[in-house]
C-alpha cells in the first residue's frame, strides 16, 4: 500500500505533466458518503441555490450553460465532516505545494449537485472575477456510478484546449485536481443526479498583498 507521500508524488507528477491529475484512495468512501448524504437534507430543506454564471456585476442563471445547485461551506458553520475533509483535501494541497513550489493559501469549497439532465458547458475556473483561484479540486461522492450515468468530467489538453484529453467518470471517493488557469473542462450531460465536493486553492489577492 503506498504511503500519503508516495499518493502525492504521484498526483505531483501528473500536475508537472499536463497541468491535472486525479486519485482514487486519498478521501475514505465513509466520509464521502457522509457528505453526499449531507447534500441531501440540504436539498430537501431548500438550502441549495441555482448556480451562476457571469461576472461580479452581472451574474445570471443560464441552465443551457451551468445547471448544478451549489451550497458552499463557511467556514463558521462546518459540520465534523466538513472540517474533515477541509483538512485532508488542505493536507493534499500542501503536499502539492511543497513538492512543487507553489503558491497558493486558502482553500473555499462549495457542495455541488447536478440533477438529471443538467450539464455545464466548457469553461475556465480562473477568470477575471475568480482571478485568485489557483488549483481546482474537485470530490466526487456518487455511488454506484456506471457509465450510462453520464455527468463525466471533461478535461482538455492544456497546450490546446480545442483537443478533448480524457473524461473522468465521477466515482465515489475520485479526487481530481487541475491549474485553475490552464485546464479547459467541462461537465456533460448527467442521467442520474450527479453529487460533488468543488473547491480551490487560492493565492492572496492583490489587495492583500498590499495590507
Known sequence: MSTFDEKIGLLCQQITKGAWAFSDDLISNDLCTKLKNEIDVLYQNHSLVKA???GLDNKVTDHKV????????????????????SEEISAIGAGIRQNLFMRFERLESHFALYPAGSQYAKH????KSQNTRYMT?????????????GGELRIYKESDSKIVEFNIEPKMGRLVLFLSNHIYHEVLLTHQPRYSLTGWFNQASAFELLI
Open 52 to 54: 451562476k454564471i457571469g
Open 66 to 85: 451551468r445547471g448544478d445547485y451549489i451550497y458552499w461551506l463557511e467556514e463558521h458553520d462546518k459540520t465534523v465532516d466538513q472540517i474533515k475533509v
Open 124 to 127: 475556465l475556473d480562473k477568470t
Open 137 to 149: 479540486f474537485i470530490l466526487f461522492l456518487n455511488d454506484q456510478w456506471e457509465s450510462g450515468h
